[in-house]
């Protein structure tokens, strides 16, 4: 911590203000959002196969690990510093799942989700830029935990117990929480200066998001079941205010899930 006369810090880790458009990049999950539209407009239609089954409701728990991706990583603490994704943030999620089946036997389903999902990521970096007179080195710390309201609306298929399944998430955030570590050294022998900064602003983030989601797993004859499934972000993670255009930062999520279906005979008629 810094001592008695230290000069205020003038290091902070800004907005990205200036990140370049991609040329003709117009956002890839409207294509993929029409064509799980079109699919989901033939399903009433594949509903009619006989001996499709009964609709089924499971809750499901599980962690979430999560991560970003994207170009422009090295420009999230502003244009003043040289950016790293730290280590992978661990946290969690909960909800439930309806599985409607849509072909005979109910093998192939339309599964519907709604969960509470806390995701995150970790940032560090160095002020390359901009140090005010007498600064040697500043350098961030920063933590984000973003809480949302998925609805994952994925395609089931299960063969003997093991399920494969994959489709779109739509995710609403709902609440943001950073803690940011500054910490400053001089070069005129002041000692080093560290500032701690928790904050629930989220105006730099974006509202909705929309991702891709593939997994595997298994499930037993008693319910339990077991799975592991891949989401990745397609709209942006933040919209910084006055920037050119979005920084390309997507979320990169791996989640290990339990699931069980309720006990009133497994199945809703």
């Known amino acids: 911590m810094a001592g008695r006369g230290a000069p205020d810090c003038q290091c902070r880790a800004a907005q990205t203000t200036g990140v370049p458009r991609r040329a003709g990049g117009r956002p890839r999950f409207r294509v993929l959002a029409g064509a799980w539209l079109l699919l989901l407009a033939a399903l009433p239609g594949a509903a009619q196969a006989p001996e499709k089954g009964p609709v089924k409701l499971s809750l499901k728990a599980g962690g979430t690990y999560t991560g970003l991706a994207g170009d422009d990583l090295k420009q999230l603490l502003g244009p003043d510093y040289t950016t790293r994704l730290g280590n992978r943030y661990l946290a969690y999620h909960a909800g439930a799942a309806l599985r409607i089946p849509v072909s005979g036997h109910g093998s192939v389903a339309l599964q519907p989700e709604v969960l509470l999902n806390l995701r995150g990521y970790r940032l560090t970096g160095e002020r390359t830029a901009g140090l005010a007179t007498g600064e040697k080195q500043c350098s961030v710390k920063q933590t984000r935990v973003l809480t949302y309201a998925d609805v994952p ?26 803690e940011t570590q500054t910490t400053t050294s001089y070069s005129t022998g002041v000692p080093d200066k560290a500032t701690f900064v928790a904050s629930t602003d989220r105006a730099d983030l974006s509202s909705f998001d929309v991702g891709i989601v593939g997994g595997v797993g298994y499930q037993t004859l008693s319910g339990l079941s077991l799975g592991l499934r891949l989401n990745r972000g397609l709209t942006p993670l933040l919209d910084p205010a006055g920037a050119a255009s979005k920084p390309r930062a997507y979320h990169d999520a791996l989640m290990l899930q339990v699931a069980y279906l309720l006990p009133f005979d497994r199945e809703l008629r």
């Not at 609306?153 to 943001?176: D, I, K, S, Y």
Request: no cysteine; glycine share 12%.
């Open 153 to 178: 609306v994925l395609a089931n298929v299960n063969v003997a117990g093991w399920f494969l399944e994959f489709g779109l998430q739509f995710g609403f955030l709902v609440h943001a929480r950073a």
